[in-house]
């Protein structure tokens, strides 16, 4: 009768286990998802200024359109898409597009030296510096997250309790303002 209370305190001990090291993964889960949203709404932000960069810049130069349809099309694929891998490319090609408009803003030197400029110049500025922070911590996020469930013991029951890997988020953003 003895060795059937060891037996049954082992299957309660390795079900408190699992149970607990389940909890932990859908905390891990709900941070990696929450690190996202704070992504998403920083790219938000920055999409939400580019009409406003636009027709700032088209009124000194209007015969930049090759650039502003380029920037349009590029802020409607990046809006379009959804979770860091389909996000990824168009987000750094819109980031690019961005750098490059300031660029050509800035050869403009009355329009650098309006005042909207360079408040917009410099919420974009600050925008770019939150997404790659936000962008920073998702993926941190994402590298516990699929640490955690990659390494064993808990590697063995991951995939059966449904836990997928996480999916990097690689726009490069920094350094285009």
Avoid at 32 to 45: N, S
Avoid at 148 to 175: C, H, K, N
Wanted: charged share 20%; hydrophobic share 50%.
């Amino acid at each position: 009768m003895t060795a059937f209370y060891v037996v049954l305190a082992l299957f309660a001990c390795a079900g408190l286990l699992l149970a607990f090291s389940y909890n932990r993964l859908v905390r891990l889960r709900n941070k990696v998802a929450e690190a996202w949203r704070d992504v998403d709404v920083q790219l938000q932000r920055r999409h939400d200024m580019i009409p406003r960069l636009v027709e700032l810049v088209k009124a000194y130069a209007a015969h930049e359109g090759e650039l502003f349809a380029k920037l349009a099309r590029l802020r409607g694929e990046a809006e379009t898409a959804s979770g860091p891998v389909t996000k990824s490319a168009p987000e750094s090609e819109l980031a690019a597009a961005l750098g490059t408009t300031i660029a050509v803003a800035e050869s403009y030197p009355s329009l650098r030296a309006a005042e909207n400029f360079l408040a917009l110049q410099r919420e974009i500025a600050e925008t770019e510096s939150e997404v790659a922070a936000a962008r920073i911590i998702y993926n941190g996020n994402v590298r516990i997250f699929n640490t955690r469930i990659q390494t064993p013991p808990v590697s063995f029951y991951a995939d059966l309790l449904g836990f997928e890997p996480a999916a990097f988020f690689q726009a490069g953003a920094e350094g285009t303002v």
